[in-house]
């Protein structure tokens, strides 16, 4: 049973700055690829980050040198660092979980950016 639970979103001004946090209860951690996809108001979800095992990196060209992701194995958690975040920042974003051929979603937690 994996799950998935998500915090850190809310309200932000565009410029600022919000932590997203997932903790993920699952046996495969360290072999996981684990991130953050996010789904706005009648657009598809799409990948924001994701860190693999070996702590490589992946971003989205529209958040690259914005947002930070990073994995702590001991404590089984990522987090989602955003700075300057823009109005089209606003979404649901999903911890994604990706271990053994099998894909996991959180609940998601709501971000939203003001101009």
């Known amino acids: 049973q994996v799950q998935l639970v998500e915090s850190g979103g809310g309200l932000v001004q565009a410029g600022g700055s919000l932590k997203l946090s997932c903790t993920a209860s699952?046996?495969?951690?360290?072999?996981?690829?684990i991130g953050w996809d996010r789904q706005a108001p009648g657009k598809q979800r799409d990948l924001v980050a994701q860190?693999?095992?070996?702590?490589?990196?992946n971003y989205a060209d529209s958040v690259k040198g914005r947002f930070t992701i990073h994995r702590d194995k001991a404590e089984k958690t990522v987090s989602l660092q955003m700075n300057s975040l823009k109005p089209e920042d606003t979404a649901v974003y999903y911890c994604n979980y990706k271990a053994l051929g099998l894909t996991y979603w959180g609940q998601g937690t709501q971000v939203t950016v003001s101009s």
């Open positions: 860190i693999s095992s070996d702590g490589s990196t």
């Open positions: 699952v046996r495969t951690f360290s072999i996981a690829t």
